[in-house]
Nanobody, 124 residues
Framework: HLRESGGGSVESGGSLRLSCSTS????????LGWFRQAQGREREGVAT???????DVSDSVKGRFTIAQEINKNTLYLQMNNLKPEDTAMYYC????????????????????WGRGTQVTVSS
């Protein structure tokens, strides 16, 4: 499975950087992404990045969150700035081999590889 790290508790306005290691797989996935699920809510897409560098970001985090990939370290990152209480959720890393143009925050059902999640809690 994919391995997330970097979650924690911060105050509103704070920052966190999540990391996801794909090294358990001897495979370079074309599409990687971050998804989150708040308690009592459905899981939603946060940000995705494909092998051509195309990025898709949810409107709810645009301008605050940045997704990046370090290919030679098999690591995916999510830099989260200006965190808000509504960002509180379990954050999951996911991977897929998708056709170009399908690596989007709205194509969650197409992602076949998932981590176990890391909790992010933002207090007001």
């Amino acid at each position: 499975h994919l391995r997330e790290s970097g979650g924690g508790s911060v105050e509103s306005g704070g920052s966190l950087r999540l990391s996801c290691s794909t090294s358990n797989y001897n495979h370079e996935f074309y599409c990687l992404g971050w998804f989150r699920q708040a308690q009592g809510r459905e899981r939603e897409g946060v940000a995705t990045i494909d092998g051509d560098g195309n990025i898709d970001v949810s409107d709810s985090v645009k301008g605050r969150f940045t997704i990046a990939q370090e290919i030679n370290k098999n690591t995916l990152y999510l830099q989260m700035n200006n965190l808000k209480p509504e960002d509180t959720a379990m954050y999951y890393c996911a991977a897929a081999d998708l056709l170009a143009g399908r690596c989007l925050v709205t194509t969650e059902v197409l992602f076949g590889y998932w981590g176990r999640g890391t909790q992010v809690t933002v207090s007001s």
